[in-house]
């Protein structure tokens, strides 16, 4: 029987960890750490880091790992590549469960940056009135551009005193709406929303609410990830598992 790790954190890893334990499949989920109060998970749950790629590999092999899942964030680039790796080492199989990036619609009106550090820079401009959708952990980058007022959402509080002087927090988990987030952005004054490509449906919605209210929306490029096969369907990944299992 496999005994599958799934590196967790997004919506689709609980729509599989839940689909796991209806089969009664022997699986354990992996979060990053990142929020004080996780949601309630169905399987049995690790939390924090591996220690690298190299420390991954030990985990995998103490715990009898037979598959990964790696259905981390589109975002989460190092912990795609140290499972490439710890995979490859020990000849594991691996399978990414990913969302299909976002493609600009008709009336969408995207400035592509490669990467936050690109978005700061973009961001060296008049003051306006920014929507930073981008995680407590890269507001830093904007340190540099203090003359804008940000918009953040954020999963937990700020416990300490955020980089950026002038901001509003929301303190939200998602999915969202796009009639809540066109509500949101016109009680801020919202000028530009920057968001990372993280794809999905759960946080397109600010995305249909900047077309809609016809301003810009600064999209970071997703970092480029090593090859594995993927699938967008939590299901998939439930036949793969069998098939893996058989050495097909």
């Not at 077309?211 to 594995?228: E, F, S, T, W």
């Amino acid at each position: 029987m496999p005994r599958p790790l799934i590196l967790g954190g997004t919506t689709e890893a609980g729509v599989l960890a839940a689909l796991l334990a209806e089969a009664q499949v022997e699986a354990t989920l992996s979060l990053a750490g990142r929020t004080r109060h996780p949601a309630a998970q169905p399987l049995p749950t690790r939390v924090g880091g591996f220690g690298g790629a190299e420390g991954l590999a030990r985990y995998l092999k103490d715990q009898r790992i037979t598959h990964v899942v790696d259905a981390t964030h589109p975002f989460a680039a190092q912990m795609s590549r140290n499972a490439a790796e710890a995979c490859a080492v020990l000849r594991l199989p691996l399978i990414a469960l990913t969302r299909a990036a976002w493609q600009a619609q008709p009336g969408d009106r995207w400035q592509h940056v490669p990467d936050m550090a690109g978005a700061a820079r973009a961001l060296d401009r008049p003051a306006t009135r920014v929507f930073l959708a981008v995680g407590r952990m890269q507001l830093a980058a904007c340190a540099a551009q203090p003359q804008h007022h940000y918009l953040l959402r954020l999963v937990d509080a700020p416990q300490a005193p955020l980089p950026l002087p002038q901001t509003e927090v929301v303190v939200d988990r998602g999915p969202f709406t796009a009639e809540g987030d066109l509500a949101l952005m016109r009680r801020h004054g919202t000028e530009i929303v920057v968001a990372k490509n993280a794809g999905g449906p759960g946080a397109l919605s600010k995305i249909t609410a900047a077309r809609a209210l016809r301003i810009p929306v600064m999209m970071i490029d997703r970092p480029a990830l090593p090859q594995r096969p993927e699938t967008h369907d939590p299901a998939e990944v439930l036949r793969w598992l069998a098939h893996a299992d058989l050495g097909v």
